[in-house]
């Protein structure tokens, strides 16, 4: 099969070639590299750099499916800038969705998120919980959801949406490797690696185990298979929605723990107030995934998502160290 991934110059898009392609499929990336990297595109790949709206016509030639991982996904950032997220995440899936019908394109897996369901009223997440997203972000995806739904229906669109939560660790030697970082682990580990001074914890006095805020870490790894299985399995006038994730919440304590063990390095971290917004606990339950793709995760260990975060943070700094000797 080939397949287009768009966005597959960022961390999730590079996994998710990385994984069809060591799978024998034959892949397209379409990336503007306005927060993906050019060297996180795998080079068995066919690279096109643009975007959607100008490109996807062209980028779609000869294609047989497609995983659309391009996005803009900072949440703060959605709710300062709006304007940015409705054009960017949703006017440019119209437009690769049309650019589908079009070259008669009609197999999609979306990356689509966990803020689709906001501050949800029981954990763990299933899919069937109300979707009321609570940032623009959240809101923009779940819009594409919707869109998608209704090009199955009107247009036999073969699709399947994957809400997923914390993604962490690297896949096949592609990892996150992002300008502006958000992301607990990698923050944590850039402290491990002397690029940060400490890492903030946003309150310690959650409703949890010990009072930090607990998250479900989903290895990339684990990730792209689920990308691929859903891509393979795809049916025509059918959109499947299934959440992504360990099933387990971890506590930002105890990830800052793992990475002290994992690294060797002290880590300073600093209680600071909570953040507004932020819930407790969220977890998912990736059941349906399970029970209809045959997904199983086999990377849910928190010591092994850190030490493949870990091993690939420091691979990105002797790059860094050769490129300037």
């Given amino acids: ?5 768009t966005g597959g110059a960022g961390y999730v898009g ?3 070639a990385a994984e069809l392609i060591s799978r024998g499929h034959e892949v397209v990336v379409l990336d503007d590299l306005s927060t993906g990297n050019r060297d996180g595109v795998p080079p068995e790949a066919t690279f096109i750099e643009g975007d959607l709206i100008s490109d996807s016509a062209r980028a779609l ?5 497609v995983i659309h991982c391009a996005a803009r996904s900072l949440v703060g950032e959605s709710v300062e800038q709006p304007a940015e997220y409705w054009h960017g995440n949703v006017v440019s899936t119209l437009a690769l969705l049309d650019a589908m019908r079009e070259a008669d ?3 999609i897996v979306f990356s689509s998120t966990a803020a689709t369901y906001g501050e949800p009223e029981q954990v763990p997440i299933t899919e069937d919980m109300p979707t009321r997203p609570t940032n623009t972000y959240g809101a923009t995806k779940l819009a594409i959801d919707m869109a998608i739904t209704s090009y199955c229906v009107a247009y036999g669109f073969a699709a399947t949406s994957l809400r997923y939560f914390n993604v962490a660790g690297a896949h096949l030697g592609f990892g996150e490797n992002r300008v502006v970082e958000t992301h607990l682990i990698p ?22 185990t010990d009072g930090t805020c607990a998250r479900d870490y989903i290895h990339v790894g684990d990730l792209a298979d689920a990308h691929v299985l859903a891509l393979e399995s795809n049916a025509a006038g059918e959109h499947r929605i299934f959440n992504l994730g360990s099933g387990e919440g971890f506590s930002v304590q105890q990830v800052i723990d793992v990475c002290r063990t994992v690294t060797g390095h002290e880590i300073p971290a600093q209680v600071s107030p909570r953040r507004a917004g932020d819930p407790a606990t969220l977890v998912a339950s990736s059941e349906q995934a399970k029970s209809v793709l045959g997904w199983q995760p086999s990377r849910t260990d928190l010591t092994t998502v850190v030490e493949d975060a870990w091993e690939f943070l420091r691979a990105l700094g002797d790059r860094a160290h050769s490129a300037h000797r």
Wanted: with cysteine; glycine share 8%.
């Fill in 1 to 5: 099969m080939r397949v287009l991934v």
């Fill in 14 to 16: 590079s996994c998710c």
């Fill in 61 to 65: 030639e000869g294609v047989d499916a």
């Fill in 105 to 107: 394109v009609k197999n």
């Fill in 187 to 208: 923050l944590v580990l850039q402290v491990a690696a002397g690029h940060r001074e400490k890492i903030f914890v946003f309150g310690d006095d959650w409703p949890t």
